[in-house]
């Protein structure tokens, strides 16, 4: 069961830094590595709330995951649980966010500053998770020297010095996907070792660049195709399309094509 916070010696706020720990290489699996930062969130919202203490269920259940996973999930990083107690929720965040790094401040350059640029440099959650926007870069001169979200765009050409000057490790691509390879080859050239990509455009890198696709469209139509299931199933719905593309036969309720 949660239970609120008490008096007590708090462990170390995320932020806060550890100089004696050093990264211990665990060989964590990528899907569990991409579940912590659901599980870090989960828990910052359980601290928000006043809960001191949760079980593997309700901790589970916060982060929309089952509880066996959760567990398989946090034994590759050390056993924080206590027996008949469950987890202590602020050190438990702490060691989730000193796993995945973010205890400490990443400066990021952001490169395209259109619509979706300009949102994600207004985003004021990157600065409570870890991130530092420390750059707007675009290539378009009408944008050069406007202010967003506090910073002036700069010209992309001058990218190399600002991502040294800043030591930054981390790009986020907002271009077109016409524009997208050369900008990724110039972040890397630059020194950025990850990018987050959120142009429709598959990037080649070099090993030991990691890459995070972020693509809005085939999310959207990942739930139209739900959206099609679900219709297909009722007859009766309104949302049943009329008619499908040439060529296309829509798929029965039990997934065999209808003819």
Known sequence: MTTPRNARTAAPAVGAAEPSAKPVERGIPEATVARLPVYLRALTGLSDTGVDTCSSEELAAAAGVNSAKLRKDLSYLGSYGTRGVGYDVEYLRYQIAREIGVTQDWPVVIVGIGNLGHALANYSGFSSRGFRIVALLDADP????????????????????????????????????????????????????????????????????????????????????????????????????????????????DGVVSR
Do not use: M, W
């Open 142 to 253: 009408r944008r050069q020297g406007e202010d967003v979200g506090g910073l002036g765009i700069r010209p992309f050409e001058e990218i190399e010095r600002l991502v040294e000057e800043h030591h930054v490790a981390i790009g986020v691509i907002a271009t077109p996907a016409v524009a997208a390879q050369h900008v990724c080859d110039r972040l890397v050239a630059a020194g950025v070792t990850s990018i987050l990509n959120f142009a429709p455009a598959v990037l080649t890198v070099p090993h030991g660049v990691d890459v995070r696709k972020v693509d809005l469209s085939i999310e959207l139509q990942i739930l139209a195709y739900h959206e099609q299931r679900k219709a297909l199933a009722d007859p009766g719905s309104d949302a049943v399309p009329d008619a499908l593309p040439s060529g296309l036969a829509p798929l029965a309720a």
